[in-house]
């Protein structure tokens, strides 16, 4: 079935550094990619994500980037926050449209 | 302002028990999910609905079920509570099948005893 590989599983940066999440799935139909970010207590929220006709997407801080050819995709932060501090998972939105999930990362920002 | 919103909250039942876990969503989306949140595991698909009278197995769906009477409402039910059910519950919901945004209700917390 479907598989969604996540790294790494714990990350911890100084506020101002770049932090890169990375995740590599199975299925070469998959055409959908999204990063949710999950805060203590609360549900994921969609922060970024990317269709398979593009090889990058930015929106502020947050940019995701797609290698169709190797099958894995990639968030990446910069000029971390405290706030950035948080879960996030990648997602794979496969050929049916389930989302399938990474097992997550926990950032966390030191100031 | 639509949302999606899961009741209770928290629950705590005993061994082999039945459970209903109630999702309800204001979106009319056509999409609906239920998946289980366990350290280590991250969110793991258990039942998905497309639509009115629609229901799926997801990747772990043995000792549950779901019901899909309207649009709103994705009902997910654990027929005979095990201690290895025990874990945060999460429902989503998104417009159509593919390639759209899913909205994740606040979790369930069940802890089966």
């Known amino acids: 079935g479907e598989n969604v590989e996540q790294h790494p599983s714990t990350l911890s940066v100084q506020e101002g550094d770049s932090a890169v999440i990375k995740c590599t799935y199975s299925?070469?139909?998959?055409?959908?990619f999204p990063w949710y970010k999950q805060e203590l207590g609360k549900g994921p929220q969609l922060i970024i994500d990317i269709r398979s006709n593009v090889g990058e997407k930015k929106d502020q801080r947050i940019a995701v980037t797609l290698n169709k050819t190797a099958k894995h995709f990639s968030l990446h932060i910069t000029e971390t926050q405290p706030e950035d501090s948080a879960v996030y998972f990648c997602?794979?939105?496969?050929?049916?449209?389930?989302?399938?999930f990474g097992k997550g990362t926990k950032l966390s920002v030191k100031p | 302002d639509a949302e999606i919103t899961q009741s209770p909250r928290h629950k705590i039942t005993e061994t082999g028990r039945q459970v209903t876990l109630a999702c309800h969503q204001t979106w009319n989306h056509n999409n609906m999910f239920w998946y289980r949140q366990d350290l280590g595991h991250g969110l793991r698909l258990i039942h998905y609905s497309y639509g009115v009278q629609d229901t799926n197995k997801g990747e772990v769906s043995d000792g549950y079920s779901v019901s899909r009477s309207n649009t709103e409402d994705l009902p997910l039910t654990l027929e005979s509570a095990a201690s290895s059910q025990t874990s945060v519950y999460f429902c989503a919901s998104s417009e159509s099948a593919e390639n759209t945004e899913a909205f994740f209700g606040q979790g369930t917390r069940l802890t089966v005893v």
């Open positions: 299925d070469s139909a998959s055409n959908y």
């Open positions: 997602a794979d939105g496969g050929s049916q449209g389930n989302l399938i």
